[in-house]
């Protein structure tokens, strides 16, 4: 069928393989590197929401405009952690379980080691709080920057 529209696509098995490979490298990832990509991952949609909120208020838009720009601006931040590879523990939650059933599927799960509910856990525990922290201490570190108060004018 790929031949036939003229892309590249993937088999179900394939596709598979390529879940659960993910699942493992997210499972198996070391401590400092998932919490600091957990993170960046949680200050981005924080930011994301930020800049929702701030679409969303402004009194010249419309309703159905500001909502619609507010969802734009709320999904870059979404695409950021896509697009760099950063770990979200929604994600996180769909992929690493999917990759543990997959192991059960014939010809999917030789390849790779095998997942554990303990693989799990290791690996949603510093992922949440990870974000937690981005989404937080990150965000608020920013609006502490931008609206402190008693700052010096010019500087």
């Given at each position: ?17 390529r879940v659960e490979?993910?699942?493992?490298a997210k499972a ?128």
């Amino acid at each position: 069928m790929a031949e036939m529209f003229g892309f590249d696509a993937f088999s179900p098995k394939e596709i598979a393989a390529r879940v659960e490979t993910i699942g493992v490298a997210k499972a198996r990832l070391p401590l400092l590197s998932m919490f600091m990509l957990a993170m960046l991952a949680g200050a981005f949609i924080g930011l994301g929401g930020l800049y929702f909120v701030l679409v969303r208020s402004d009194p010249t838009l419309g309703f159905a405009l500001g909502q619609v720009l507010g969802g734009l601006v709320f999904s870059l931040g979404l695409l950021l952690i896509v697009a760099a590879g950063f770990e979200h523990s929604i994600a996180n939650m769909y992929f690493i379980p999917l990759a543990m059933l997959l192991q059960g599927v014939d010809g999917v799960g030789a390849s790779a080691p095998a997942l554990t509910p303990a693989g799990l856990v290791g690996n949603l525990v510093p992922v949440i709080l990870g974000n937690v922290v981005g989404g937080s201490v990150l965000v608020a570190l920013v609006y502490h920057v931008i609206y402190r108060r008693g700052a010096r004018e010019g500087g």
